[in-house]
């Protein structure tokens, strides 16, 4: 039983290639259950007979169709459909979902840019419906513990907020696929912005604003930002961003990434507070430990301690929950079943960072190619010192045109504040 009945929660893969296929795998393994607690109700993916997964979802015998739309025009139903295909895709597919009265799980970022983050939100408003979008930290036990002593005021005020990841990648990284490393899709002409910080570190820079957010379910929101952007490799966006945003409370927020990098450095991150220093550093330790002025320390755990995918599972419990309190009928204190953790308005602070990212540095600076040389096993491009440089920055909460680095190039301060549509004219 599906579509708000008791039963099995029904679901709809979007894209079971890469990233989708680990979605995939997680929601068989719940629907294998000895209680299942969910179906898999349809594949969308027009791509899908070419992929690893495909002998599974024939044996299942489900519908497999090009596009959403064609799902629902057939007349299909899910009770959730959940989006993991192009980055550029998210917004418009998932408006399709709810417009036919799917919820939705949305792998991160939202999307490229702030105008569709918003036509996200109207839409979910007009379905009656709502949306999840897929930072697996932000269904951290660790995080949201964090989060709560952070807005219960137990370290003071937040003043500063950082995080740095390193991590290289090859030119098989930019050939996967048609879209990776460039701004607009060359089919559609849509933004897609992809980058370090729109893409695999987008967690990082979401995360800051998340744990700072006035509610468990918001994030704190960017008020302006500067940035600095380097390529290379030969592709049309960057694959070094660095930028110093503040937040409407007054809280800088510094993220540091590459892709461009000699070393690869684990993530890390650093929140400074009036009484209190919260640090994660993935190759000093697992935990999130917080340390305040007197030295009395409070551990939290890891962030990957929840598994990557219980935003799925928590997904599906929610749709089954909802289906429960309809069956029974409306509770005596009435009310509903809570916001969603990380809903559009959690996750919209790193889409309108990245906005404003690209409009700070409104040329992106190739690095010069005597510092660039090409390695093999993998292949890929090296930028001798720019991990150190990016290491120093971090440490000294410098951009690196602030350190005297001599390929520096600045970029202006943009003013996000009414901040509706990317590029801003």
Wanted: overall charge neutral; glycine content about 8%; some cysteine.
């Amino acid at each position: 039983m599906s579509q708000t009945g008791v039963g099995p929660v029904s679901v709809l893969m979007v894209a079971i290639g890469g990233y989708g296929a680990h979605y995939l795998s997680t929601l068989l393994q719940l629907a294998g259950e000895a209680v299942p607690r969910c179906r898999l109700a349809g594949v969308v993916d027009p791509m899908a007979e070419q992929l690893p997964a495909w002998s599974i979802v024939k044996a299942l015998d489900v519908p497999v169709r090009g596009s959403v739309e064609e799902f629902y025009s057939a007349g299909e139903k899910a009770d959730l459909a959940v989006i993991s295909s192009p980055l550029h895709w998210h917004v418009p597919q998932s408006m399709v979902a709810l417009a036919h009265g799917s919820a939705v799980l949305c792998d991160k970022p939202i999307g490229a840019t702030i105008q569709e983050a918003e036509d996200l939100i109207r839409a979910r408003h007009a379905s009656q419906r709502w949306v999840m979008i897929g930072y697996q930290w932000s269904f951290s036990a660790a995080i949201l513990a964090l989060k709560r002593d952070v807005r219960a005021g137990l370290f003071g005020r937040p003043t500063r907020a950082s995080a740095l990841c390193l991590w290289p990648r090859d030119f098989a990284y930019y050939d996967r696929n048609d879209w990776a490393g460039r701004l607009r899709d060359r089919g559609t002409g849509r933004w897609v912005l992809d980058s370090p910080a729109n893409n695999a570190m987008a967690h990082y820079l979401h995360n800051l604003f998340f744990v700072l957010g006035p509610e468990m379910h918001l994030s704190a929101r960017p008020r302006s930002v500067q940035a600095e952007l380097y390529r290379a490799y030969p592709i049309e966006s960057c694959d070094t961003a660095v930028c110093r945003a503040v937040t409407t409370g007054g809280v800088e927020v510094l993220f540091y990434a590459s892709h461009a990098t000699a070393r690869s450095v684990a993530p890390r991150f650093r929140l400074e507070f009036e009484q209190a220093v919260v640090t994660w550093d993935e190759e000093q330790g697992p935990e999130i430990v917080a340390v305040d002025r007197k030295g009395r320390c409070k551990r939290y755990g890891a962030p990957d301690d929840t598994p990557q995918f219980h935003k799925l599972a928590a997904a599906i419990d929610r749709v089954a929950g909802e289906a429960e309190r309809a069956a029974k009928g409306p509770p005596s204190g009435g009310g509903s079943i809570g916001p969603v953790v990380c809903g559009p308005e959690a996750a919209i602070s790193q889409t309108l960072c990245v906005n404003g990212i690209h409009e700070s540095a409104t040329a992106i600076t190739s690095l010069p190619s005597s510092l660039v040389r090409r390695e093999s096993e993998p292949d890929r491009l090296v930028v001798a010192g720019l991990d150190d440089v990016l290491l120093r920055c971090c440490e000294k909460r410098f951009l690196p045109s602030e350190a005297g680095v001599g390929w520096a190039v600045p970029g202006r301060t943009v003013d996000l504040a009414g901040y509706h549509w990317f590029p801003r004219t």
